[in-house]
T-cell receptor, first 111, second 113 residues
Framework: EAGVTQSPTHLIKTRGQQATLRCSPI?????VYWYQQALGLGLQFLLW???????NRGNFPPRFSGRQFPNYSSELNVNALELEDSALYLC??????????FGQGTRLTVV | AQSVTQLDSQVPVFEEAPVELRCNYS??????LFWYVQYPNQGLQLLLK??????LVKGINGFEAEFNKSQTSFHLRKPSVHISDTAEYFC???????????FGQGTRLTINP
């Protein structure tokens, strides 16, 4: 069974540009979580989608947004990129509160 | 709403010594509890989980954790650590149904030879 897949693996953008990150959950999982992990910091919760709806968002500015598609895959968009947005972005999926499975992450570098 | 507190941000231990990583949670619903490990430059992988039943849960790599409802704790233990256990460890809580999964801030375990 395929695990959680994220694309791209690495992404380099310049300040002010937009970045789009993608996540495909495990088959049958309806919830997708997005986390930001900046260097030396823990997991910072970004967004939670369940059954196509945004259920909760973390303490991030509105330029961080996303959506969940009918097939439960998800997209994270970051507009007006800033240098401090450079981080590892992790996606996880689960269903019914059970254990979440993580992708390997997208390393976003803003220059 | 659920929350998780990992009481130690860093834990240094000597190789072959025992270790305990502490985790306390709060929740208004029946909980599911998890420990994850993140090795350098990798994603997170599940170490062990408590869903129901026995309060002592055994996981991979010789780790175990005990669910203590009265103390709202889920501490992670290993009787003898190895250099390869050097990693970041995250405790997490969710609840039955579509409850948000909440992570603690992580504990960095450093093993000294």
């Amino acid at each position: 069974e395929a695990g959680v897949t994220q694309s791209p693996t690495h992404l380099i953008k310049t300040r002010g540009q937009q970045a789009t990150l993608r996540c495909s959950p495990i088959s049958g999982h309806t919830s997708v979580y997005w986390y930001q992990q900046a260097l030396g910091l823990g997991l910072q919760f970004l967004l939670w989608y369940d059954e196509g709806e945004e259920r909760n968002r973390g303490n991030f500015p509105p330029r961080f947004s996303g959506r969940q598609f009918p097939n439960y895959s998800s997209e994270l968009n970051v507009n007006a990129l800033e240098l401090e947005d450079s981080a590892l972005y992790l996606c996880a999926s689960n269903v019914w509160g059970f254990e979440a499975f993580f992708g390997q992450g997208t390393r976003l570098t803003v220059v | 709403a659920q929350s998780v507190t990992q009481l130690d941000s860093q834990v240094p231990v000597f190789e072959e010594a025992p270790v305990e990583l502490r985790c306390n949670y709060s929740s208004s619903v029946s909980v599911y509890l998890f420990w994850y490990v993140q090795y350098p430059n990798q994603g997170l992988q599940l170490l062990l989980k408590y869903l129901s039943g026995s309060t002592l849960v055994k996981g991979i790599n010789g780790f175990e954790a005990e669910f203590n409802k009265s103390q709202t704790s889920f501490h992670l233990r290993k009787p003898s650590v190895h250099i390869s256990d050097t990693a970041e460890y995250f405790c997490a809580v969710s609840g039955q149904g579509a409850q948000k999964l909440v992570f603690g801030q992580g504990t960095r375990l450093t093993i000294n030879p």
